[in-house]
């Protein structure tokens, strides 16, 4: 079945800096999401792309729908403590419209 | 933050007992659903409500069943608890004009001894 790759699964920034995840399947989405978990949370929908080649920020988050449509990416800018968290980025499978989700891609800021 | 809460947020029971987790919202959106989410698996979507008295299952139902009466109340229903389906369960719902926007609850963490 379709499913959702994230890359990095885990990665380790400093304070300030930007960040960049990405999302890729084999086959094509017509929508992305993204979502943020914070420990102890259900996940929280911060994006929606519906378009390709779509550039939608909210804050500090853009996020990009691939202009392939198999791919999708999310930046954050000058990172502070509460980025930490897990992300996951989602789609509509395209056999029965169900989210899926990816793994995740844990993020984790050094002091 | 979209209105909804789930019931009870942590529980702990035996073996073969029966267990019922509550999402209620107050959003009035159309959708409801239930997930289980595992390490390394991920968010597995358990069943799901398309409206009152209408629900399907989705990819890893057996063992779970539900029940919509009302708009608002989305029940999951594990018959006879197994170790097995010690998790976190998470609500969500959508409606039909962002139907792929998902808003969830805060979870039920379960542990079944």
């Known amino acids: 079945g379709q499913q959702l790759n994230q890359s990095p699964q885990s990665m380790f920034i400093q304070e300030g800096e930007d960040v960049s995840m990405n999302c890729t399947s084999s086959s094509i989405f017509n929508t992305w999401l993204w979502y943020k978990q914070d420990p102890g949370e259900g996940p929280v929908l911060l994006i929606a792309?519906?378009?390709?080649?779509e550039l939608t920020s909210n804050g500090r988050l853009t996020a990009q729908f691939g202009i392939t449509r198999k791919d999708s990416f999310l930046n954050i800018s000058a990172s502070i403590p509460s980025d930490v968290g897990i992300y996951f980025c989602a789609g509509p499978s395209n056999r029965d419209d169900k989210i899926i989700f990816g793994k995740g891609t844990r993020l984790h800021i050094l002091p | 933050d979209a209105g909804i809460t789930q019931s009870p947020r942590h529980k702990v029971t035996e073996t073969g007992t029966p267990v019922t987790l509550r999402c209620h919202q107050t959003?009035?959106?159309?959708?409801m659903y239930w997930y289980r989410q595992d390490p390394g698996h991920g968010l597995r979507l358990i069943h799901y409500s398309y409206g009152v008295k209408d629900t399907d299952k989705g990819e890893v139902s057996d063992g779970y069943s539900v029940s919509r009466s009302k708009t608002e109340d989305f029940l999951l229903t594990l018959e006879s608890a197994t170790s097995s389906q010690t998790s976190v369960y998470f609500c969500a719902i959508s409606d039909l004009l962002a139907f792929y926007e998902q808003y969830f609850g805060p979870g039920t963490r379960l542990t079944v001894t």
């Open positions: 959003e009035n959106h159309r959708y």
């Open positions: 792309l519906y378009k390709a080649g």
